[in-house]
């Protein structure tokens, strides 16, 4: 229809990326890649209307376009227009297209300053507002409506397109300082520090007002408790304020920004609310008591030196014993929200410390580049000749698998190559003592896959180190080799150094591995994170058992510093040192090395114990499954890196007293590995698992747009046309659900079919 395309390239014009999409249907052409498709360019324009002339057009909304829309549905969205302007102030007039249904469009400026603009739908739980930005599109005049009218500019399509007030943009697409930053975004480059108080108020209560207009509001749906929760804390913790004050502030400064806010008035909600305080106060917090009126400087240093005194003689006295382990205060925020605390290197070794704070520096990387790193290559050398027996039956090696998730540029390999280089050197012969009983083999390996690995192990007794740069391939690469069997069920067991059986039909061939020890240490890009971390991996227990650290960007200038000749060598001689200490046996039937087994003394045991139990606390509290997997996996973890703590302080000693059970210093250093690790890894797949959330949306409504003609789907349509991936009805409408949560899709019947927006 030629009037149709001459519209079309009059919008095309305008800078606005257009395509097609059926006739008075609202969906793009099946085959065709829907808004994927949208151009300017006026060849690429004619030509999809000189494939499909009788096209209606489409308006690809987005950073691209420059422009985003709020989508007002009838009269639900009319009323919801009123109540939302009398919370947020009225919008201004602005570009305005009115449906045959009665819908409005209001276009709006894409917003500077990097902010991004999502799909949403029902804006802030409002029902009949929807957003279309990034990834969505709208339907422009004058094409037809579904209904049999058509689409129109009630006010004259030349109507300035404007800025949404800034009231509205925090709430659809909150800046970076008001939202939780992924843990490869960068923070902004300043942050306003604290106001100065108003003439005539208390300073702490002025300052704790403004901190709580600071905070992330609750939201229904959206971790609302918690933030409450945080903002509670915040007052009777960090600001030691009485329930009184801190219940006054929370109501009138922090409530009537949540959506919904509490009601006051009613007794339920108002306890609800109330009860927040006293779960702030009860419940372990990680900062210090009053650690927002140091940052403030409301409190002298001789008061917060004093709070910091008695803090530190409580804990001394439990870990001497006078107190119960079962009251033993190990505080953290197990939510992976709030501060990321830097890696605790003071736990090493003081020489291997030093060497530490070096090649963070010389590197210019986050301590946990160098930290975690140090721990993997440092249980890889004490590998099977060593295990932690805590209980009968419960014995654990030195292993750990650790993945440095960075962007590119963010030398995040950099010194994971210095750390390893010790392993790649052969052991000297005079360094050997009890020849049969120190087996010496290659002991890294690059190559991931389960045949490379498999043949290493045979030939090194100590086991392995698999270190790449990209982790990536490593999980990619599982089964490859089908023949092999199950990948995955392999790396589970060389994660517990367990004996490892493969029978070959091929050749008749059997391979046993007595202990099949495997560490793990490598790189990941952000933009691969969501693939690697598939939350189907959860189900074996294969994610949580991985370790790994995501600072933000920081900026890499040049340093002149380098590592100290002396400070490399004791790394090197700790690592070589551990990997010459021999088994103490070998069964002469089996051919099995036997490792050193070492125990906790009375205090680690209780250390120990009280980590354990807060840990299986913590799971039985945690209403989330990924949570509960992940401190399930840390009380065995902490025990790994209680050993290899052991292990590195007789490195640095070239200590002979290898059998003396491991003591209370070692128990703390686990213990606090551990606890920095758990945060790390809710703080960082909380951002993967959305991602991936994302990738499986955009996965399944591309596969509706070329699959099915209508642009919809059924249950029953997508486990035929996928009954791999879509293997029965709950998992099926679980996909399904996410597409409509990130505005791609609208349910058409209860829970039955979805239409692609």
Known sequence: MPEMLDYALKYAAKGWPVFTIAPKTKKPYPGSHGFKDAATNEILVTRMWDEHPDADIAFATGKTAGAWVLDIDGEEGSRSLTTLEAELGPLPETLEQRSASGGRHLFFRWPA?????RNKQALLGHQGIDVRGDGGYVVLAPSGHPSGGTYSWPYGEETPIVDVPVVWLDAIAPAASQRRLAPWESPPETMPGPRPAAPGATPTLERARKYLGECEAAVQGNGGHDKLLWAARAMVIGFQLDDGAALSLLWSEYNPRCSPPWEQGSPSERRDFERKVTEARQTACKKAPGWLLDEYGLRSSESAMIEQLAAGNRFADALLGRAAATELEIQTDWSGEGTRLPFPINHFPAAIADYCRQMIDAHVVDASFVGL?????????????????????????????VGIVGLSGSNKSGPAYEIVAPLHDAVPPEAIKAAMLNPQGRMVVSDATLEAVIARLGESHRGLLVFRDELAGWVKGFNAYKKSGGDEQAWLEFWGAKSYHLDRKTNNEQIHIHSAAVSVLGGLQPSVLAECFDPGRFASGFVPRILVTCPAPKKMYWSEIEVGAESSAEWYDAIMWLRSRPFVGLDPNTGQYQGRVLTLNRDAKALYVAFFNEMTDY??????????????????????????????VLAAQKSDDLDKPIGIDSALAGIEWMKWCLNEQMRIYSFAAGEHARQEADYLADLIRARLKEQAATVRNLMKINPKRYSSAPVTLAAMQQVVDLGLARWTEPKKKIELI
């Open 373 to 401: 790193p140090m721990l993997a290559v440092a249980g890889a050398a004490m590998g099977n000749a060593w295990r932690l027996r805590l209980k009968k039956g419960f014995v654990v090696p030195p292993l750990i698998w």
């Open 619 to 648: 799971i039985a509290k945690a209403d989330n499954e990924r949570a509960q997997l992940f401190a399930s996996k840390a009380r065995v973890q902490c025990a790994r890196m209680i050993l290899i703590h052991r292990g590195l």
């Open 113 to 117: 300053g990097g902010r991004e603009v």
